[in-house]
């Protein structure tokens, strides 16, 4: 897993220049929490331009993976930040989209202030200032949500908050986006909004993605990449490749077709 490997990709409006984080590469992660081990021997590459979905059963261990890539949960083994030619990339950003958000639906706070609470210090009561708004607004122009600025965030529908959350994900633009099962819930036209949005990004901005789902038909229309996990790798490869694969077959055969 330590072949050096080129990148193709290249930053957008900076003539050429190589990405900052051309992939991850997971060596040999285990982790073990009360006695009990959730990972095993993990090991994998995360590509900058590239969607990796992360596929299993419950408890197969991806949001254990998750929260070691995260810093949240204490590992064994090697996670390297490498940059094109193999040199480790330094202050390397993350962003977040979790599977939900637990607030107060009823608070009067709006899109606009939720933004301007992580975009500057400055109190949200006492008014948002201009460049904290032209920000907030730049990202949620990102994510095709402009519209709901001044929205409460109550309000949002389930796939709309969905992508808010991926607009604060991206400011400041991240290295590595991970998205935890962000549309859990969310109706297909949410759904399908959200992955076209994150699929615009990905080509445009050639960030590394890393993505959670139980949604097969949506990892096989988005995925680049594909890991099988159950309390490892089990398989990985393209879509079409673990798709088609017997450990495939054992983890979600059932009589009706896919889990």
Do not use: W
């Amino acid at each position: 897993m330590n072949t050096v490997q080129s990148c193709p990709h290249k930053v957008p409006g900076t003539e050429g220049a190589p990405c900052r984080l051309c992939r991850i590469e997971v060596d040999n992660l285990s982790v073990t929490l009360g006695g009990q081990t959730l990972l095993r021997d993990v090991s994998l590459h995360i590509h900058c331009g590239e969607l990796t979905a992360l596929i299993g059963t419950n408890g197969a261990g991806k949001t254990t993976l998750l929260r070691a890539l995260l810093g949240q949960v204490e590992y064994k083994g090697t996670v390297r930040h490498l940059t094109a030619d193999g040199r480790p990339a330094a202050d390397i950003r993350t962003g977040y989209v979790p599977q939900q958000l637990e607030f107060d639906r009823s608070s009067p706070v709006t899109i606009m202030d939720f933004l301007a609470c992580s975009l500057s210090r400055r109190a949200v009561f006492l008014g948002v200032g201009k460049k904290t708004r032209e920000r907030a607004m730049t990202a949620l122009a990102r994510t095709h949500c402009e519209k709901l600025a001044d929205r409460p965030l109550g309000a949002l529908s389930g796939g709309e908050l969905q992508r808010v959350l991926l607009a604060l994900a991206l400011t400041p633009q991240p290295d590595l986006l991970i998205l935890d099962e962000p549309v859990s819930g969310v109706d297909q036209n949410g759904l399908e909004t959200f992955y076209q949005t994150v699929d615009e990004l990905k080509h445009r901005n050639h960030m590394a993605i890393l993505l959670v789902s139980h949604d097969l038909d949506v990892v096989e229309r988005y995925a680049d990449r594909v890991v099988l996990m159950q309390g490892g790798v089990i398989k990985q490869g393209s879509p079409e490749v673990v798709f088609d694969s017997p450990e495939f077959e054992q983890v979600f055969y059932t009589r009706g077709g896919r889990a």
